[in-house]
């Protein structure tokens, strides 16, 4: 069974600075393609970053972005260490949302979620 949990999450100031980390566990972390997704307050869950399964290589493959967060977050993952990551620079304050790390197999897989405020 696939398991999905965040972490990295908090309040940081206009133009800051997260990573946000996602941690595999249950299966053949390397074989998933792994997202981001957020859901600000009173809307709906959006895609911002996806990272293909980059089997043959420590960390990498291909990316996709959001058109709101190209240029200011990255996406990347570490097969060795089983974990996704979202660097996320020049924060802004429609960036606030909670944060799901997401794969899919015979069934969609969600982590619990972090929460990103971004705020003066």
């Not at 980390?21 to 009173?42: D, E, H, K, T």
Request: proline share 3%; with cysteine; aromatic share 10%.
């Amino acid at each position: 069974q696939v398991q999905l949990v965040e972490s990295g999450g908090g309040l940081v100031q206009p133009g800051g600075s997260l990573r946000l980390s996602c941690v595999f566990s249950g299966s053949i972390f390397s074989l998933y393609a792994m997202n981001w997704y957020r859901q600000g307050p009173g809307k709906q869950r959006e895609l911002v970053a996806t990272i293909n399964s980059g089997a043959t290589i420590s960390s990498g493959g291909s990316t996709n972005y959001a058109d709101s967060v190209k240029g200011r977050f990255t996406i990347s993952r570490d097969n060795a260490k089983n974990t996704v990551y979202l660097q996320m620079n020049s924060l802004k304050p429609e960036d606030t949302a909670v944060y799901y790390c997401h794969t899919y197999g015979p069934r969609d897989y969600w982590g619990q979620g972090t929460q990103v405020t971004v705020s003066s």
